[in-house]
């Protein structure tokens, strides 16, 4: 029997996210719940009509990311993990933000699946630059 690691995939990428790779990864016969979260970029933010933004991360946030990973998984007992976070210029729907958690019971992987998508956005240095349609901007979680 091959054992696989619990972190399946942890990455930070300039290409568009998949769900269905964030799913295959963590196929676990073992798991009875599978949640899965994906953040996508809405067209406003703050009573602001967004046309776009861009997401910057610094150097040391696929090691921060895999630190949390790693964090949540242990905490909560998961059997399948996985964070993918995208960077570079994204449009209106895009996916910005893909994490899923597969567990032995579903409220399990619904508690570590908050967790893991609180702590990525808290704890991992990404930015987001956010342009409006009134031409303004922002940055949103920078230092």
């Not at 568009?16 to 790779?21: I, P, T, Y």
């Not at 059997?79 to 209106?92: F, K, Q, S, Y």
């Not at 958690?101 to 409220?107: F, L, N, V």
Request: aromatic residues 4%.
């Amino acid at each position: 029997m091959t054992v696989l690691p619990v972190v399946r995939l942890c990455d930070i990428r300039e290409t568009a996210l998949d769900v269905q790779e964030v799913v295959a990864a963590l196929a676990d016969d073992a798991s009875g719940g599978l949640t899965l979260f994906v953040g996508a970029v809405r067209d406003h933010d703050g009573g602001k009509d967004v046309t776009g933004l861009e997401y910057s991360a610094h150097p040391s946030a696929l090691d921060r990311l895999r630190d949390v990973c790693d964090e949540v998984a242990e905490e909560y007992g998961v059997r399948a993990l996985a964070a993918v976070h995208r960077t570079g210029t994204l449009r209106i729907g895009d996916a910005a933000v893909i994490v899923a958690t597969a567990t032995a019971h579903r409220g399990d992987a619904f508690e570590a699946s908050r967790a893991l998508i609180d702590r990525l956005k808290q704890t991992v240095p990404i930015w987001k630059h956010q342009v409006f349609a009134d031409g303004t901007d922002e940055w949103v979680g920078t230092p």
